[in-house]
């Protein structure tokens, strides 16, 4: 099959307008990303750090980012001496993509620890080379009995807390560093580019928040430029680079990373921006992400464009990694009694029940952006997530989940989880046809776990179309509380290579562990 979002992509004029447009406005360029890159003398530097997605038993996606045009090529070794290495030569980097490339590595050993460099060439003399940027990842294990441990959470920078030094920056991502996970999931907002960075806020008690600034980050962005400023934003940060040398990522996207609660086909009624036309701006960030993100499927040689896919990470584990903002229909009061379109798409639901029809792992992880059964509003009617206050029959979006709850309960498929962010606090939905208004579906999970480094916010209300019952909930009384006031959320999940048994922990920064659960294997619903 072939998908296409309901955004376009950008075309060459679109991309240049947004191009010219933030080299006119923008007068203070970014550090690295600056001057024409012919200007640049010595050797390329590869500044940014390394990052590697969507790892598999035998393959993998090498990122870097140089500070002008240079041939990327890795190194692979099973020891960090790099003896017996074996060298994959990558793209010619340069301005078209804002000097980030993407190597693919295939035939890897499974279950292995990989240790990598990756060295940046002069493309007009080989022999000109940067320093080495160093990095490791372990592949998805071939055997079961070796298990499988992974982190989850979201919502980078968000409402105006950027990366501060005087509390050592976005110190969760060290945190998470040291535990060592096989592979992170980002369930969505990576960037907020629809939130001005500004140089201090002043807390409720009187502290002074400072933040390290970019002109990218002193607007909203429009064009590609202050898009891909916003992803280089986080770079910054010593503690994301090292964690991204350490950690191979799959990541997703939802809202921020274009503006809040977009959908397709939206006009904006909104001053900050010159750009109404939602498609473009959508199109525009879409360009950047993949440019800043090892995503197999947005990959230029072998990716067909689309964000969902699935990760399968050995026998105990397949992650479907869902899209719920290129296809949904407009964000409204959610009360139709027919809607094919979702939140979902056709297509991508089509998709989703294929591929969990077809998966063996003994889980199934359903990566979602938006949580099912808490009530997210879109200003005083509308609604941005699934539920939509009505504690009833489905309506709206609710037809496309109970549709795929359905599906999942009549094929006998096991081993569902669904892992989200989004909210900006941490709970753990047991969901269960005795409590729902919506009956025909087997019981299942649902965690939350974020914010990485952005404002905390009061608990949403539940919808009982589907039955949750909150099991834990820890999210702050009042709204946007800073970094420095709460902490900052994410949760792990580890599976047993023996038992098969499921392990999720909330987790709070500063080595708290919040709430486990233990869920058993092989059974549809627990």
């Not at 009061?458 to 589907?466: C, E, G, I, K, R």
């Not at 709460?486 to 392990?503: A, H, K, R």
Request: with cysteine.
């Amino acid at each position: 099959m072939s998908y296409r979002p309901r955004i376009p992509s950008p075309d060459r004029r679109t991309v240049l307008r947004g191009s010219l447009a933030a080299s006119a406005a923008l007068t203070l360029p970014l550090a690295g990303a600056a001057a024409p890159a012919f200007a640049l003398s010595g050797r390329p530097r590869a500044g940014w750090g390394v990052q590697v997605g969507d790892v598999t038993a035998s393959s993998a996606l090498v990122w870097v980012r140089a500070d002008r045009p240079a041939r990327m090529i890795v190194e692979t070794s099973a020891t960090e001496s790099f003896r017996r290495a074996r060298t994959w030569y990558g793209p010619l980097v340069g301005p078209g993509t804002d000097f980030t490339g993407t190597t693919p590595l295939h035939g890897l050993p499974a279950g292995e620890q990989v240790h990598y460099r990756v060295t940046l060439a002069d493309p007009d003399d080989p022999r000109r080379t940067g320093e080495p940027v160093y990095g490791t990842f372990r592949t998805a294990p071939a055997r079961r009995r070796d298990g499988v441990r992974f982190l989850w959470s979201g919502d980078i920078a968000g409402q105006g807390w950027g990366i501060n030094p005087d509390i050592g920056g976005y110190l969760v991502y060290d945190e998470m560093r040291r535990l060592d996970p096989d592979f992170f999931l980002c369930s969505g907002d990576n960037i907020y580019a629809d939130g001005v960075i500004e140089p201090s806020v002043t807390l409720p008690d009187g502290r002074v928040w400072r933040n390290i600034t970019t002109e990218e980050k002193a607007k909203v962005a429009e064009t590609l430029a202050e898009y891909r400023g916003n992803f280089r934003y986080n770079l910054l940060d010593d503690n994301l680079k090292k964690f991204n040398a350490q950690v191979p990522s799959i990541i997703q996207w939802d809202d921020h990373e274009v503006r809040n609660n977009w959908y397709p086909g939206q006009i904006l009624d909104d001053a900050r921006y010159t750009e109404k036309n939602v498609n473009v701006l959508a199109a525009r960030s879409m360009q950047a992400f993949r440019e800043y993100f090892p995503v197999s499927t947005l990959h230029a040689s072998s990716g067909d464009g689309r964000m969902h896919r699935v990760v399968r990470h050995g026998p105990l584990l397949d992650v479907f990694v869902l899209d719920m903002r290129s296809f949904r229909n407009a964000n409204s009061p959610g009360r139709q009694p027919d809607d094919t379109t979702g939140i979902l798409g056709a297509e991508q639901l089509r998709w989703l029940k294929h591929e969990l029809s077809r998966s063996r792992a003994v889980w199934k992880v359903i990566a979602a952006d938006m949580p099912l059964g808490l009530v997210v509003t879109d200003g005083a009617t509308n609604f941005e997530a699934v539920a939509q206050g009505d504690p009833g029959a489905p309506l709206g979006r609710e037809l496309q989940i109970a549709e795929l709850l359905r599906f999942i309960k009549h094929r006998r498929i096991t081993g569902t989880v669904w892992l989200t962010a989004d909210v900006h606090y941490t709970s753990a939905q047991h969901y269960a046809p005795e409590r729902a208004a919506f009956k025909d579906f087997a019981p299942f999970w649902e965690f939350v776990s974020g914010p990485l480094a952005a404002g905390g916010f009061p608990a949403n209300a539940l919808d009982n179309t589907f039955g949750p019952d909150q099991v834990f909930l820890r999210a702050p009384d009042r709204a946007n509380v800073s970094p420095m006031e709460s902490p900052q959320f994410f949760g792990e999940v580890d599976i047993d290579g023996d038992s098969g048994e499921l392990t999720v922990r909330l987790r709070a920064q500063g080595g708290s562990v919040l709430f486990t659960t233990v869920l058993q294997p092989g059974r549809v619903g627990q």
